[in-house]
């Protein structure tokens, strides 16, 4: 069966408002298959421009998880399932900062419009995550690519590693939660400013900066 667009954002307010059934959930499952093509025909363009492009340190793919786009839509009352630009999507990690980062991202950028995608940049900057994502669209379909300097992604992955299973930590959260934050956005600006100028110093040094900017933050 083929969904319209009336169907899913329909569906997406009926996730949003908590009253939704089974059958809701089996439609929603439906519609991320959907994004199965778009997902490989974008994964393999990376690859290939990846493949001749040194100083990367991976990538990893993501299809956004049933609660996580349940979760999104509550978080944005004006966000209609249709118009979800993350449901699909993989992640880059750079082995390097800001410099290499914005390289990357106009190579991909370059290869997406050659083929008559429809691409677009965004700086992410949200409860101090930072990132450079990319939304490249194909016919009514979203596929989003996180580019992550290096030390943006131990950013990440160490918000990760402290929240809980309601990830609480980054919307809020208790008092010690939000205590924690501020320290983590304090972080996060003195990895900005290190990714600034990660391009000068060899990526030992860089790493040795970060690192050094973990223990300032964290025992003072």
Known sequence: MTLSNSQITQLGDRLRGGEFSEADLAMLDEFRQTFTEIDELAYQLIQRTLASTPGWTGTKRKRKTQQSIVDKLRRQPKLRLPQMQDI????????????????LSSLLMGAFETLQWQVERKERHAHGYKATHIIAKSGQKFYEIQLRTYAQDIWANLVESL???KNTLKYGGNDQEQALMIQLHFLAERFALIDQHAHVVPFEGYQQQLEEAIRHVFTH
């Open 163 to 165: 929240s809980d299973e």
């Open 88 to 103: 699909a999507g993989c992640r880059i990690v750079i082995q390097g900062g800001t410099l290499a980062a914005d390289a």
